[in-house]
């Protein structure tokens, strides 16, 4: 039996973008105090985003267009945070294997996006 959504938290990729916002937190957390207002702040920002697209996409839901445009920016939040990690990395405060955690991670909450992109119509509410 497939469990009820009310609200945006139900939603699969809601509930991974959040674990992932926390896991960023988490791993950022030891950065260098140079990088608060520039790299940790962009990527807590990105991660963050992703979840909060989608409680605005929830709130659309009753116009195809911008349910659609909703999950569209999530999407790109959750791209930027890839991009973000990947400097992270490259920076030196991302151990591989964190990094790999990560960006599966973001992987995963990307695939779910696109599941919700490629039916939008059945998140939607019908009139």
């Not at 445009?69 to 973000?84: F, H, I, P, R």
């Not at 599966?104 to 998140?123: C, D, I, N, Q, T």
Request: glycine content about 6%; some cysteine.
């Amino acid at each position: 039996m497939t469990k009820q959504i009310n609200r945006p938290q139900d939603l699969g990729a809601y509930q991974a973008a959040y674990k992932l916002a926390m896991e960023v937190f988490r791993s950022s957390r030891a950065w260098p105090a140079e990088e608060r207002y520039s790299l940790t702040d962009q990527i807590r920002r990105s991660s963050r985003s992703v979840c909060a697209n989608l409680s605005e996409a929830w709130s659309k839901r009753r116009y195809l267009a911008h349910f659609i445009s909703k999950l569209t920016d999530a999407d790109g939040e959750n791209l930027e945070t890839q991009t973000w990690l990947s400097f992270a990395r490259d920076c030196g405060y991302l151990e591989e294997n964190n990094f790999d955690e990560l960006r599966k991670a973001s992987e995963e909450v990307g695939r779910l996006l696109g599941g919700m992109l490629a039916k939008p119509g059945s998140f939607c509410l019908k009139d």
